[in-house]
């Protein structure tokens, strides 16, 4: 059952599950993504992710084709099955001047009234099987980290890389499968230097194909057939689910090298 999803993926099945969309597609939302008043959007620009077992050891694929789960403990050599996806992403992306992550025009970088935003963001989510489909699905679990607001220092062609205020984060990341939809709940911010901390929340939107086109769907946005043997399928059509139902089509500035990323939309 979970052996043959490692087999189809390459144990990407917690590194994307399958998105259950309608057969259809529904109405396309138009206009340029951007954040609203206090808010931030950021972008996934990579991920390393590992997966654990219930003593914390990283899990590998098995070379010796025995285990029924297409794993092993990479200590023990032990077919095991994993509980937890251990996960650290790289993001950049811009928010509102006048927020807390934009506060003074003179750290606007972007037009004239978005900041450039990177953070360095891990999570521990937690995985269960579900009996019918013999997938793991991912639930929730704890997501910290570090940001910082940058501002060209000596190249103003490439992306800022000053950096101008800086701070960390942390919160509860929760999945909603079948929707390629996640919510940071709890979330807590700090800025170095400045006593207190503040609240936010945050949307994540994951990038999908049609599911209408041919190929298994997954949470990169890609088919697992084609992201494999395809060089161009990472520019292929890629869609964000919104809050009304309606897709909004991935931008060529939403993707990183290629691919499309999740973006995170996050409110203060």
Same mark, same amino acid.
């Given at each position: 059952?979970?052996?043959?999803?490692?087999?189809?993926?390459?144990?990407?099945?917690?590194?994307?599950?399958?998105?259950?969309?309608?057969?259809?597609?529904?109405?396309?939302?138009?206009?340029?993504?951007?954040?609203?008043?206090?808010?931030?959007?950021?972008?996934?620009?990579?991920?390393?992710?590992?997966?654990?077992?219930?003593?914390?050891?990283?899990?590998?694929?098995?070379?010796?084709?025995?285990?029924?789960?297409?794993?092993?403990?990479?200590?023990?050599?032990?077919?095991?099955?994993?509980?937890?996806?251990?996960?650290? +992403?790289?993001?950049?992306?811009?928010?509102?001047?006048? +927020?807390?992550?934009?506060?003074?025009?003179?750290?606007?970088?972007?037009?004239?009234?978005?900041?450039?935003?990177?953070?360095?963001?891990?999570?521990?989510?937690?995985?269960?099987?579900?009996?019918? +489909?013999?997938?793991?699905?991912?639930?929730? *679990?704890?997501?910290?980290?570090?940001?910082?607001?940058?501002?060209?220092?000596?190249?103003?062609?490439? +992306?800022?890389?000053?950096?101008?205020?800086?701070?960390?984060?942390? *919160?509860?990341?929760?999945?909603?499968?079948?929707?390629?939809?996640?919510?940071?709940?709890?979330?807590?911010?700090?800025?170095?230097?400045?006593?207190?901390?503040?609240?936010?929340?945050?949307?994540?939107?994951?990038?999908?194909?049609?599911?209408?086109?041919?190929?298994?769907?997954?949470?990169?946005?890609?088919?697992?057939?084609?992201?494999?043997?395809?060089?161009?399928?990472?520019?292929?059509?890629?869609?964000?689910?919104?809050?009304?139902?309606?897709?909004?089509?991935?931008?060529?500035?939403?993707?990183?090298?290629?691919?499309?990323?999740?973006?995170?939309?996050?409110?203060?």
């Amino acid at each position: 059952m979970f052996r043959a999803i490692v087999d189809k993926a390459a144990c990407s099945v917690v590194l994307g599950w399958c998105v259950l969309m309608v057969s259809t597609v529904p109405a396309m939302a138009q206009g340029r993504p951007a954040p609203g008043p206090n808010q931030a959007f950021l972008y996934e620009m990579d991920e390393q992710a590992v997966l654990l077992n219930t003593a914390g050891n990283v899990l590998v694929p098995d070379p010796s084709g025995q285990s029924p789960t297409g794993l092993v403990d990479s200590k023990t050599g032990q077919p095991d099955m994993p509980v937890i996806r251990h996960a650290t +992403s790289q993001l950049q992306g811009v928010a509102m001047l006048g +927020s807390l992550l934009c506060p003074i025009p003179l750290a606007v970088t972007v037009s004239n009234n978005e900041c450039t935003v990177i953070a360095t963001g891990t999570d521990d989510v937690k995985l269960v099987l579900d009996p019918d +489909s013999g997938q793991l699905i991912p639930t929730s *679990g704890a997501v910290w980290g570090t940001y910082a607001v940058l501002v060209q220092l000596d190249n103003g062609v490439d +992306s800022p890389e000053f950096a101008v205020q800086t701070g960390t984060f942390h *919160g509860v990341i929760n999945f909603q499968p079948p929707l390629p939809l996640g919510f940071v709940s709890n979330g807590v911010f700090t800025i170095d230097g400045v006593a207190g901390s503040w609240s936010f929340d945050a949307v994540f939107r994951q990038p999908f194909k049609d599911p209408n086109q041919k190929d298994t769907v997954t949470r990169r946005g890609n088919a697992v057939r084609s992201s494999r043997t395809e060089a161009s399928a990472r520019w292929e059509p890629a869609y964000y689910l919104l809050d009304d139902g309606t897709w909004q089509e991935v931008r060529p500035d939403e993707r990183a090298v290629g691919w499309p990323t999740v973006r995170f939309e996050i409110s203060f």
